[in-house]
């Protein structure tokens, strides 16, 4: 794998204390290997197992083709759904802690100018992202996490969905994306799996899909084989403050002496800041996936069934159907209810998709910020810690890239300016 030139550098002889990744999901395994590659030692705390948090049962989409926020005008309308518990993808737990606060920031962002930057600020991280990938996944890497490059379809029953779906595609098409309207006709030949009614779809021929568990495993392997101390099985309770610095990480192995601490914690990540008096604008937003073989009814490549909110990717030889959206939700427990209706829904679409074999059903929580942008960069008032969280729907896109630039704002006095509409700063709930 190609390697950047070293950035951190401690002077000769001098043992510095390492940097501090918590958070072993695909973020804080690419960050970890990343800041190695750099020149700096490191260790990679994690409470469970690597890659078992929201890391794990994702669709694995890389998609610079869909890089637009949840927070938009047609998501006010699924909220106000939810709200009268009439929505089957999206529903809000309003006492949990952080909720009210964080729906209200949702909704000034949802406003379709704010929408659109966004969109294209996040676009322009991911598309960088997967070229990063291109270099992070050779062969036989690439095949090991079930690579695909037969785009992403998104499929839509109703002239009124197809109708958003296309101005949407046009937006990504002056962000440089790639797009195909495909007809009823079209579709069926191309799907012959999906039943009608069918308006039509969009094929983003650009995006990908894999399978990120196998790709958080294999990476942090490749990290502790360059010499990252990666420990699961260790959590991290608080950061050490000593005269206005972090010092280190004091958890269940005791205290850990660091130069500098990356939260890369997915949806706890905001747990851990809080004492430090820094208040991301993180919430756990749970999904569910449910994952098995199939002889029949597979699609040829991975479908966004728009009008359910469903996902159906498969690799590796397995299917994979997920969605929901469950904003509040402070445990990966699963919910029997949504499960059921992930699948109803999508019997609609796929009646000939069938287990033949047993099935595995996940749930994990994404780390939602409400205005759609990822949180990364150093914490103001505490400059030797720095967030690497906040990915929402996309941190598989989205993590080889924010490895570098949190690498790069090691490296460098100011973090770089690419980074401005990302940084902590200014985004407290
Ligand atoms: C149903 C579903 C489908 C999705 N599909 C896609 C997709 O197609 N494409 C895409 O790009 N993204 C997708 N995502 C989003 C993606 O999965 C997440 O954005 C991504 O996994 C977040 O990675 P992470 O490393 O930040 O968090 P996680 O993978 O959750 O990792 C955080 C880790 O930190 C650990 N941790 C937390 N607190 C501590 C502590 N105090 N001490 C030590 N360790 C700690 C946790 O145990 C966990 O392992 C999907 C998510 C879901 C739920």
Known sequence: MPRPAPLIRSAPGVTTPPVVVVGGGIVGVLTALELRRAGA???????????EGASYGNAGLLVPGDPWPLARPAAVVEGLRALVGRSSALTVRWRAPGVVPWVGRFLLASRPGAALRTGRLVHALAAESLARYQELLPEPLGAACGLTRRGWLHVHRSPGSLAAGVRQARAAGRLGEAWRLLDGPALAREEPALTGPLAGAILYPGDQGLRSYPLVQACAAQAAAEGVCVRPGAAAWALRVRGGRVTGVVGDFGELQASHVVVAAGADSATLLRPLGVRLPILSGRGHSLTFTAADGVPSRPLHLVDSHLVVASALGSVRISGGMDLGIGEARLDPARLAAIWTECQRWL????????????????PMTPDGRPVIGPVRGAPNVLVASGHGMLGVTLAPITARLIARCLGEARPPVELGPFLPRGRAL
């Open 351 to 366: 009646p000939g998709l069938r287990p033949a074999g047993p099935v595995e059903e996940w749930c994990g929580r994404r």
């Open 41 to 51: 030692t490191v260790t990679l705390l994690e409470r469970g197992r690597i890659g």
